[in-house]
């Protein structure tokens, strides 16, 4: 039994992933990174794709240009390292280019878009950008109106502690007053 995770990237900034077994994942076997599928044969029809990457059972990244299963190479930099300072490099182990077995999630991106939208495709709703930002607008609206009220209530509150200490010290007077009578 073959199966695969595969993370399709749109060019709009979505990711979506399905997950394809036996006879739909039997066509990606051999296939290399770079290579082209069509969207047909994972049943996403108008569509087509371009393999740019992926990883093993073990989560050790597919590098291009490396032949066999796994190697430990020594790298300066790319898939399979995040990098050090300059000119540092490490020995790594990455997988090879072309998918197998063992291969457990593929990466996808969309060279040619079909009719429909992956997002229809997928059954996940579109998010308006607009109302997101709307809402962020809204928020720090309410949080500065907020801060309005607590400065405005922080100093009615001083102005009423100055006005008590004012009169205390006009009944203190009258009361000093009253007492030389």
Known sequence: M???????????????????????ARPFIGLNIGETVKGDSIEISGYEFQITGGSDYCGFPMRKGILGLRKKIAIYG????????????RRK??????????????????TKQGTKKLAEIFG???????GKAEAKKQEKAEAKEH???????????????????EEKKVDAKEHKEDKKE
């Not at 199966?3 to 036996?22: A, N």
């Not at 996940?124 to 607009?130: H, L, T």
Request: proline share 3%.
């Open 78 to 89: 790319g898939v399979g390292f995040r990098g050090d300072a300059k000119g540092i490099k």
């Open 124 to 130: 996940v709703p579109e998010e308006k950008k607009e």
């Open 147 to 165: 801060k309005v009220e607590e400065k405005k209530d922080a100093k009615e509150h001083k102005e009423t502690k100055e006005h008590k200490a």
């Open 93 to 110: 182990t990455v997988c090879g280019h072309k998918i197998h077995e063992k291969i457990s999630q593929i990466n996808l991106k969309v």
């Open 2 to 24: 073959v199966s695969f995770k595969l993370c399709i990237s749109d060019p709009s900034g979505k990711t979506f992933q399905r997950e394809v077994k036996d006879n739909l």
